[in-house]
């Protein structure tokens, strides 16, 4: 039934357009009453998002049980989980993605759905980053850079009328996210401050600086 009247909603927002299409004219067009509707969904706004819930529960799942695995690599591979209901339905996903840039109502209730993908991942982040420093900060601000550019890669796809490989165009931009945090362990050190080598070196104290530089330039040059 929750599919019935999302089709039937969405059909009836491509041909009279979401601002003229009441609830009635939803369950009219699909056989039911209004007490149907609202039963699966609270406004006109969710019939657009019917899979969102679903795919929000599905994140949550996913990330209840991917265990030790290294926390960006998590979220990334949970924010595919977005792009995979998207691509599952690829005509579906760019007529309603049409539909959205035209109705200013609609992209607000995109951005507080997108809001919602970005607080599952932040709270799983801050569980994994703990109490250490700036965990919290971490976390709010892994979350944001996963959803963003998960988003870039989308609507590139979406804004192309579904040409090209979706999949392709979002693993390139989560590529980004984890060049620079991915190395970050759970304890909240920096990638900079696990990348490489480490190289620890005694000098005389007093020692010219020209002189340390060339000793480091040394131990770097046998590695």
């Given at each position: 039934?929750?599919?019935?009247l999302a089709?039937a909603?969405?059909?009836l927002?491509?041909?009279?357009?979401?601002e003229?299409t009441?609830v009635?004219?939803?369950v009219?067009?699909a056989g039911?009453?209004?007490?149907?509707?609202?039963r699966?969904?609270?406004?006109?706004?969710d019939?657009?998002?019917?899979?969102?819930e679903?795919?929000?529960?599905d994140?949550?799942?996913?990330?209840?049980?991917?265990?030790?695995?290294?926390?960006?690599?998590?979220?990334?591979?949970a924010?595919?989980?977005?792009?995979?209901?998207?691509?599952?339905n690829?005509e579906?996903s760019?007529?309603?993605?049409?539909?959205?840039?035209?109705?200013?109502g609609?992209?607000?209730?995109?951005?507080?759905v997108?809001?919602?993908?970005?607080?599952?991942?932040?709270?799983?982040l801050?569980?994994?980053?703990?109490?250490?420093?700036?965990?919290?900060?971490?976390?709010?601000?892994?979350?944001a850079s996963?959803?963003?550019?998960h988003?870039?890669g989308?609507?590139?796809?979406?804004?192309?009328?579904?040409?090209?490989?979706?999949?392709?165009?979002?693993?390139?931009?989560?590529?980004?996210?984890?060049?620079?945090?991915?190395?970050?362990p759970?304890g909240g050190?920096?990638?900079?401050?696990?990348?490489?080598?480490?190289?620890?070196?005694v000098a005389?104290k007093?020692?010219?600086?020209?002189?340390v530089?060339?000793?480091?330039e040394?131990?770097?040059g046998q590695?």
């Amino acid at each position: 039934m929750r599919e019935v009247l999302a089709e039937a909603a969405f059909q009836l927002f491509l041909e009279r357009g979401f601002e003229r299409t009441t609830v009635d004219d939803i369950v009219a067009r699909a056989g039911v009453g209004r007490r149907s509707f609202f039963r699966y969904f609270p406004s006109k706004e969710d019939a657009v998002f019917p899979d969102h819930e679903r795919c929000l529960a599905d994140m949550t799942a996913f990330l209840a049980a991917v265990g030790g695995a290294e926390p960006v690599d998590a979220v990334c591979d949970a924010a595919r989980l977005v792009l995979r209901m998207y691509s599952a339905n690829p005509e579906f996903s760019i007529q309603r993605y049409r539909l959205t840039r035209e109705v200013p109502g609609l992209r607000t209730y995109e951005l507080s759905v997108v809001r919602r993908y970005e607080q599952t991942l932040a709270g799983y982040l801050r569980d994994r980053y703990g109490e250490s420093k700036d965990g919290a900060l971490r976390a709010e601000v892994i979350s944001a850079s996963v959803v963003a550019a998960h988003n870039n890669g989308l609507r590139t796809w979406l804004r192309s009328g579904g040409e090209g490989d979706a999949e392709a165009a979002v693993d390139h931009a989560l590529g980004l996210v984890r060049q620079v945090w991915g190395s970050a362990p759970a304890g909240g050190a920096s990638p900079a401050a696990t990348d490489g080598d480490v190289v620890v070196m005694v000098a005389a104290k007093g020692a010219p600086m020209w002189r340390v530089v060339q000793q480091i330039e040394s131990v770097i040059g046998q590695g």
